[in-house]
């Protein structure tokens, strides 16, 4: 149980382009999703935290315009990179939560984004 | 400021050879200590929750504890395949959504 899918694992584009990227948790309905942006060799950073049809809570030093994050429905988040540049390629990874705020988050395989 | 360090930054064990992992946290009021395990390429996958001192959590070959400072995952007899990197993460009493805070991480890799 607790299966998190993130789509697509890989992305290369070039840079001005805009990239989306989607995370659905399968078992489960998801009250509460998190997106993160992960270095080599780097703790996992919070980008973003949402709530099924709610306005995402941005990290501080986190652009929402330039990741625009949707929670439609309780299995769905996408975060949307805009206009992205070198500078944004990283791992991407998403989390699902089911339950309240004590239970654990069920991560997706990540997103390897490669802006050229 | 709350913050995790995780201890060491890699390790390289025998198959067999027993060994522990460290967390160290500060956080003003803990709500709860996650421990996951990242393959490379992958993200994390959910092993433990702690929510109180004393505790103590099995898996397997993993057990992990927790005191008011610091949590320990404990790997008896190791095998090729708990080779990951290994992460902690906590979650403070004062975050409404729940957030949680990570560590690097611990490198491990078993040797056959």
């Known amino acids: 149980g607790a299966v998190v899918s993130q789509h697509p694992s890989w992305v290369i584009c070039k840079s001005g382009t805009s990239v989306k990227i989607e995370c659905r948790s399968l078992d489960f309905q998801a009250t509460t999703m998190f997106w993160y942006r992960q270095f080599p060799k780097q703790s996992l950073m919070l980008m973003a935290t949402?709530?099924?049809?709610?306005?995402?809570?941005?990290e501080q030093g986190v652009e929402k315009d330039k990741f625009l994050i949707n929670h439609a429905s309780l299995t769905l988040s996408t975060l949307t990179v805009t206009s992205a540049h070198p500078e944004d390629s990283s791992f991407y990874i998403c989390?699902?939560?089911?339950?309240?705020?004590?239970?654990?988050?069920?991560f997706g395989d990540g997103t390897r984004l490669s802006i050229l | 400021e709350d913050q995790v360090t995780q201890s060491p930054e890699a390790l390289r064990l025998q198959e067999g050879e027993s060994s522990s992992l460290n967390c160290s946290y500060t956080v003003s009021g803990l709500r709860g200590l996650f421990w996951y395990r990242q393959d490379p390429g992958k993200g994390p996958e959910f092993l433990f929750t702690l929510y109180s001192a004393g505790e103590e959590k099995e898996k397997e070959r993993l057990k992990a504890t927790l005191t008011k400072k610091e949590s320990f995952l404990h790997i008896t007899a190791p095998k090729p395949e708990d080779s990951a990197t290994y992460l902690c993460?906590?979650?403070?009493?004062?975050?409404?959504?729940?957030?949680?805070?990570f560590g690097k991480g611990t490198k491990l890799s078993v040797k056959p």
């Open positions: 989390s699902a939560r089911e339950g309240g705020t004590n239970q654990p988050q069920h």
């Open positions: 949402s709530n099924e049809g709610s306005k995402a809570t941005y």
């Open positions: 993460a906590v979650q403070a009493a004062r975050g409404s959504q729940g957030n949680l805070i």
